[in-house]
């Protein structure tokens, strides 16, 4: 006599047809990716560092020290598809408050602003690297052919940030307005 095995159900809100559940599916697993990346980020950056920090905190220092040249705000925001100036700021004076990141200020204060690695800085973004090299890297080279894999990754994430990107702004423009005040 065999045991009769669950149905699972694949459907949900988001996916009622088939279409929809592949998007909901990728949806769901790109969550919980960001979700564990973040976590790895923080216990990276903790554990070399000495610092509890944000996982943008740590996208800010490593963008910031990117190609080793001074970086605004705006800057970043543009690198790391974010408009949310006032956030990234806060991560900013908290990387120069620990004493990684320096202000740079050429020509007028105001627009001449820019950011870059102190020595502290660059010595953690390579001591991170290194752990990276050390932890993350032994663990994907078991996995056949990763680099090609990555690769297609890579340009389907890239797609479809360009299509959500765009459908938000459809949203944006068409939405009714916010009650801001709703919020308090």
Not at 49 to 60: C, E, F, I, L, P
Request: glycine share 4%; aromatic share 6%.
């Amino acid at each position: 006599m065999s045991e009769k095995l669950p149905v699972l159900d694949r459907h949900w809100h988001l996916g009622q047809s088939e279409d929809e559940l592949v998007i909901a599916e990728f949806e769901y697993a790109l969550m919980r990716i960001i979700e564990s990346f973040n976590a790895w980020q923080q216990e990276c950056l903790a554990a070399v560092s000495g610092h509890k920090m944000s996982a943008t905190d740590n996208v800010v220092l490593h963008i910031t020290r990117m190609n080793d040249r001074p970086k605004s705000v705006t800057e970043l925001s543009t690198l790391m598809n974010r408009s949310d100036l006032s956030n990234l700021k806060y991560s900013v004076r908290k990387l120069v408050n620990e004493g990684l990141l320096e202000k740079i200020t050429e020509g007028s204060k105001r627009k001449g602003t820019r950011y870059r690695a102190t020595q502290a800085g660059i010595d953690v973004t390579e001591a991170y690297a290194h752990l990276r090299r050390e932890q993350l890297m032994p663990a994907l080279a078991d996995i056949a052919g990763i680099a090609d894999k990555l690769d297609r990754v890579t340009q389907t994430l890239n797609l479809m940030g360009g299509i959500y990107d765009q459908s938000a702004h459809v949203v944006a423009f068409h939405r009714a307005p916010i009650d801001e005040d709703a919020d308090e």
